[in-house]
């Protein structure tokens, strides 16, 4: 059984910043990779970033140069570090395990102009 719960979404202006947390409880033979999605209102569900184990990191082209994705294998936590916000950012986050395809219920995340 695993168990992902994020924390750290808010409300910012656009420019700003926030930090996501994902705690991973649980087998973390289920975390080797550990992913970030977002859902807006209305739309798909869209990948946002991903870092494995050894701390690859691989990120989606809208935000790209401006989240960065880190993790503490000690802590079983993933953090996603957004800055330069937009309102097009305004979304669910969500956090993901990988390979036991695990999802956290998310946190808001919403970005005013």
């Known amino acids: 059984q695993v168990q992902l719960v994020e924390s750290g979404g808010g409300s910012v202006q656009a420019g700003g910043s926030l930090r996501l947390s994902c705690v991973v409880f649980?087998?973390?033979?289920?975390?080797?990779?550990l992913n970030w999605y977002r859902q807006a209102l209305g739309q798909e569900r869209e990948f946002v970033s991903s870092i494995d184990s050894s701390g690859r990191t691989s990120y989606a082209d809208s935000v790209k140069g401006r989240f960065t994705t880190s993790r503490d294998n000690a802590k079983n936590t993933v953090l996603l570090q957004m800055n330069s916000l937009k309102p097009d950012d305004t979304a669910m986050y969500y956090c993901?395990?990988?390979?036991?395809?695990?999802w956290g219920r998310g946190t808001q995340v919403t970005v005013s102009s």
């Open positions: 649980g087998y973390t033979s289920c975390s080797r990779v």
């Open positions: 993901k395990s990988l390979p036991c395809n695990t």
